[in-house]
């Protein structure tokens, strides 16, 4: 499983980046609001190759403005993903897109039968709101279990990209599900990194270097 940043910011994705365990970065109007983004041609100008793909979320009202956002977007050059909406305006986006060859991510996915459709609309990605469902008493890892299940049965190729994952169980959880692709925010990228034994294995190496040459 492959891990993705949940974030507008271009610091944090740079920093998430170095550290090499990240493939690019998922983004959303919320995410890019409370970073300060205003213009998405910016973001999208400002990325670099090396940072994986950019998965940003078209917000226009009807199909033909969507797919206008994502044409502009994607004629920058970079290595994009688009975001639509599980919607059937934005399934026909999708659907557009994908025969254009431009790989496209269904957002906003609360069952197996939208991951489905998100399939046959020729979606490269599809996206579970893992957390989202926790939140309203459903079972977000299960749906990852179910959707695995039901694509593998029916041959479908579509990725599934976990989202909404608020914690590193989420993210051991989704692997053990299925899930191909994991975003999260950087607070819980942060912690995949933490054991408390290996910070004290750390500590007792250390002491024991400084009596060492090299
Ligand atoms: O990638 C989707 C994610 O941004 C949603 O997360 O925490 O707002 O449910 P959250």
């Known amino acids: 499983m492959h891990l993705l940043l949940d974030s507008g910011a271009v610091d944090e994705i740079r920093e ?6 990240i493939r690019g970065a998922t983004t959303n109007p919320t995410l890019l609001r409370q970073a300060g983004v205003e213009k998405i ?3 999208v100008a400002s990325w670099a190759a090396a940072w994986g793909t950019l998965h940003v ?7 033909e403005g969507m797919v206008e956002q994502a044409l502009r977007w994607t004629s920058l050059g970079k290595p994009l993903a688009i975001k639509v909406p599980c919607t059937p305006s934005g399934l026909a986006v999708c659907r557009e897109l994908a025969q254009r060859q431009i790989p496209v991510n269904v957002t906003l996915v609360f069952s197996l039968s939208q991951a489905l459709l998100a399939a046959e609309a020729g979606a490269s990605y599809v996206s579970p709101f893992v957390g989202r469902m926790e939140d309203h008493g459903m079972k977000g890892v299960q749906l ?3 959707i695995r299940n039901g694509y593998d049965r029916t041959g479908v ?5 976990a989202a909404s994952l608020r914690n ?19 607070a819980v990228l942060q912690k995949l990194f933490h054991h408390p034994l290996t910070d004290d294995g750390l500590q007792r190496f250390s002491d024991d270097a400084a009596h060492l040459q090299d």
């Open 16 to 21: 998430a980046s170095s550290w090499g365990v």
């Open 41 to 43: 041609s910016d973001l």
């Open 57 to 63: 979320e078209v917000f226009a009202a009807g199909r």
């Open 144 to 146: 990852v279990a179910d």
């Open 157 to 161: 190729s579509t990725q599934i990209l």
């Open 168 to 186: 590193p169980r989420h993210v051991e959880e989704v692997a053990l599900a299925g899930a191909h692709w994991a975003t999260m925010p950087m």
